[in-house]
């Protein structure tokens, strides 16, 4: 015998349970609308311009006050090479390059007789610094010293070279001008 079909029974929806739908569809709306509004601001700042205006913002903050934070002059030395119980002394001539916001070209004259060059980048307040040594015109060492400028008259830092491999420590404070 074949089966006897049964009636098509439609239920309408109650008001109660359309309220759970409808709150759901608002949720996925507003989330949809906030995902869209996020990517088109980044779409209007690309990472391009962002790293040119904080490029731009940095020369700009550096420009200002790079004279001020680190005073060109000549500056006495004290230094330590790593694992020396003895000082070195000497004097650094720091001198701010023209028409550049942070960099500097140094001289050291270390009384044993040592002259080394170099050339350092100031930012946030620390001078990181090559050098390099050349008596007779041949290059006999290379290295970095990064000094923290602690106000402006005096920095304090820390080097090491390719011959010496460990760090040395050096304090500079600023020779008044007679």
Do not use: C, H
Request: aromatic fraction near 8%.
């Amino acid at each position: 015998m074949p089966p006897i079909p049964q009636p098509i029974v439609t239920t309408s929806p109650s008001r109660s349970s359309l309220i759970p739908v409808l709150i759901t569809a608002v949720v996925i709306i507003v989330v949809l609308l906030v995902g869209w509004y996020i990517k088109l601001i980044s779409f209007n700042t690309s990472p391009k311009d962002t790293a040119s205006t904080s490029i731009e913002q940095a020369v700009t903050e550096s420009s200002v006050s790079p004279a001020k934070v680190l005073t060109s002059g000549t500056y006495a030395l004290v230094g330590r090479a790593a694992g020396q119980n003895v000082n070195y002394a000497g004097t650094v001539k720091i001198t701010w390059r023209e028409n550049t916001p942070n960099i500097f070209d140094l001289v050291w004259n270390v009384t044993s007789g040592q002259i080394q060059y170099g050339v350092g980048i100031l930012k946030n307040g620390i001078l990181s610094v090559s050098y390099y040594e050349a008596p007779d015109d041949s290059v006999s060492d290379v290295g970095v010293v990064s000094y923290e400028v602690i106000d402006a008259l005096n920095l304090k830092g820390e080097w090491t070279s390719v011959k010496g491999g460990t760090a040395g420590v050096e304090q500079l404070t600023l020779q008044t001008q007679i």
